[in-house]
Each structure stands twice: as structure tokens, then as C-alpha cells.
T-cell receptor, first 112, second 115 residues
Framework: KQEVTQIPAALSVPEGENLVLNCSFT??????LQWFRQDPGKGLTSLLL?????REQTSGRLNASLDKSSGRSTLYIAASQPGDSATYLC???????????FGGGTRLMVKP | EPEVTQTPSHQVTQMGQEVILRCVPI?????FYWYRQILGQKVEFLVS????????KSEIFDDQFSVERPDGSNFTLKIRSTKLEDSAMYFC?????????????FGPGTRLTVL
């Protein structure tokens, strides 16, 4: 059974700092991996999707990497802004795009 | 930009009552999903649905749960006899297909409170 872990659970940084969020998974036979953002009491906004055959994916200030063999993904956020404050969730797809297994999230606060 | 919508945003019900949570997936999407998030816990997969059939379900999705696509636009989750532990945020999601490049897009959620 796939288990997804995110470290740290919470992170507080000053504005402008570059930061890395970590995600690890136990079963390397993944289909894809998605990073989401969740604002308090809100739904999930998809940020990036990495296919199992890819090593990284970029969107604006965000860069996600994937190392399947070691069961790890990282989300790099460049030049963080207060508006980046949210919970970031990592989710692994294990088969034909159906079931996503989520990590517990990293709660990020960017202080002005 | 197209988005998944869900109604109601908040539903309060008494234990033992039936509830129906409604979702309108993105119009050209073919795969539909329900997830739930109990307060303070991880988001958990419930069920996926394609071509009017359940394609996968988790152990959470027992006989108390059912899903339906009653028409060309709605996708519903029914809980027949709600329990206190069903209190959670329920998210609907949809994707265009089920390939490695297919992002699942999530709705804003329905907060279900069972009293």
C-alpha cells in the first residue's frame, strides 16, 4: 500500500526566500505525481503534474522534481511571497490516473 | 477557465439521514472522482467513475455510499445513512482522461456535518 509523507509539516519563512518542500513515497511504481495548493477551508488547486518518466516540471516560480528510484519529489518555490502562504499537498497516482494517494501536506507561511 | 463546481458548500444533517452531494465536472472530462478530508487528516480517495461505472473504490466506499451520473452534467455522491464519522470535507474531481499526463481538477468541496 502506497504511503506518502511530507516533511516538514509546517514552515515559516521571510518573504523573498527560496524554499524546498519534500515529499516521499514508499512504492516507486508510480504513474504520476501532482502538487496541489490548499487554502484554508478551500479546495485543491493543481500546481504541477510530473509524469513517471519525467525528472522535473516547471511553472513560473515553481519547480518540481521527481526521483522515482529513491521515492522522492521536491517542490522548489523561488522568491517566496506572502501570497504563497497555504498548505502544499503532494499526491501520487499509482495506476491509470485513477486513485491519488495524498501526503499530509506542508503548511507554509511567508512573512512580509 | 473551466472549473469543477460543487453544491451545497455546507450540509448539516442528522445521523441516520441520507445526503446527496452534487458536483458538476468540467464539461469535456470523462473521469470523475470523490475524495474526502476529515478535519486535520489527509485527503483520502473514495471512488473513481468512468463510462457510467465505478472503475476503482477504496475500502472507505462501503455499501452506504453510491455514485451516479444522473444526466450529462451532474455527478453525485449519496450516503444512505450518515454516521458521525462521515463528517468531513468531500471533494469532487474530474480529469479529461486517465493517462500519465492527466491532471485531476478539484472542486471547492462540500463540508458535511453529521450531528
Amino acid at each position: 500500500k502506497q504511503e506518502v509523507t511530507q516533511i516538514p509539516a509546517a514552515l515559516s519563512v521571510p518573504e523573498g526566500e527560496n524554499l524546498v518542500l519534500n515529499c516521499s513515497f514508499t512504492d516507486s511504481a508510480i504513474y504520476n505525481l501532482q502538487w496541489f495548493r490548499q487554502d484554508p477551508g478551500k479546495g485543491l488547486t493543481s500546481l504541477l503534474l510530473i509524469q513517471s518518466s519525467q525528472r522535473e516540471q516547471t511553472s513560473g516560480r515553481l519547480n518540481a522534481s521527481l526521483d522515482k528510484s529513491s521515492g522522492r519529489s521536491t517542490l522548489y518555490i523561488a522568491a517566496s511571497q506572502p501570497g504563497d502562504s497555504a498548505t502544499y499537498l503532494c499526491a501520487v497516482g499509482n495506476n491509470a490516473g485513477n486513485m491519488l494517494t495524498f501526503g499530509g501536506g506542508t503548511r507554509l507561511m511567508v512573512k512580509p | 477557465e473551466p472549473e469543477v463546481t460543487q453544491t451545497p458548500s455546507h450540509q448539516v444533517t442528522q445521523m441516520g439521514q441520507e445526503v446527496i452531494l452534487r458536483c458538476v465536472p468540467i464539461s469535456n472530462h470523462l473521469y470523475f472522482y470523490w475524495y474526502r478530508q476529515i478535519l486535520g487528516q489527509k485527503v483520502e480517495f473514495l471512488v473513481s467513475f468512468y463510462n457510467n461505472e465505478i472503475s476503482e473504490k477504496s475500502e472507505i466506499f462501503d455499501d452506504q455510499f453510491s455514485v451516479e451520473r444522473p444526466d450529462g452534467s451532474n455527478f453525485t455522491l449519496k450516503i444512505r445513512s450518515t454516521k458521525l464519522e462521515d463528517s468531513a470535507m468531500y471533494f469532487c474531481a474530474s480529469s479529461e482522461a486517465a493517462g500519465t499526463t492527466d491532471t485531476q481538477y478539484f472542486g471547492p468541496g462540500t463540508r458535511l456535518t453529521v450531528l
